[in-house]
């Protein structure tokens, strides 16, 4: 679009400066060497001329219009990257404070961290602090005796 903008208003420029260089009676309208047939009164040189003002403000609407719809296109897709960037960020925040449980669990730590922190973010307050996780019934399978699938989260 804005390439089509760009040829419009270059087309008026071109058009309007050959009739300008051209013309050298008041009611005779030459372009590009040749006479204008239609045109033989004052009154039609000016509709002529208006005509291409008219195309010269729609190429220039076209360009601004097609300038703009880039500009907010890349505005977008910025925005869109630093969101998906602090997505990756918080998930891979997620991932490794839930490695760092899972491993926990595994060497036999069982339990919760101390009441009001939350494993993983030093200072991080956790309110109303989780309750201890329930023991399990016995012959429910391991899942069932892990403090991970016990967290009411």
């Known amino acids: 679009m804005v390439f089509v903008g760009f040829l419009l208003v270059a087309a008026a420029i ?11 009676g008041p009611a005779e309208l030459v372009v590009f060497g040749q006479d204008v047939p239609v045109v033989d009164n004052e009154w039609q040189v ?13 190429g220039t ?13 890349r505005r977008d897709l910025r925005d869109l990257r630093e969101e998906h960037e602090e997505s990756l960020t918080t998930l891979e925040m997620e991932k490794r ?4 449980e899972l ?11 101390p009441a009001g922190r939350q494993p993983g973010r030093p200072g991080a307050q956790v309110w109303p602090p989780r309750p201890a996780p329930a023991p399990a019934p016995a ?4 899942s069932a005796r892990s403090p991970f699938f016990d967290r009411n989260e």
């Open 139 to 142: 012959g429910q399978g391991p």
């Open 46 to 58: 000016f509709v002529a001329g208006a005509a291409v003002a008219a195309v010269f403000v729609i």
């Open 14 to 24: 071109t058009v309007g400066a050959g009739v300008l260089l051209a013309n050298t």
């Open 61 to 73: 609407m076209f360009t601004f219009m097609g300038a703009g719809r880039v500009l907010r296109a």
């Open 103 to 113: 491993a926990r669990v595994r060497r036999g730590e069982a339990g919760t961290p």
């Open 97 to 100: 404070r839930l490695e760092r």
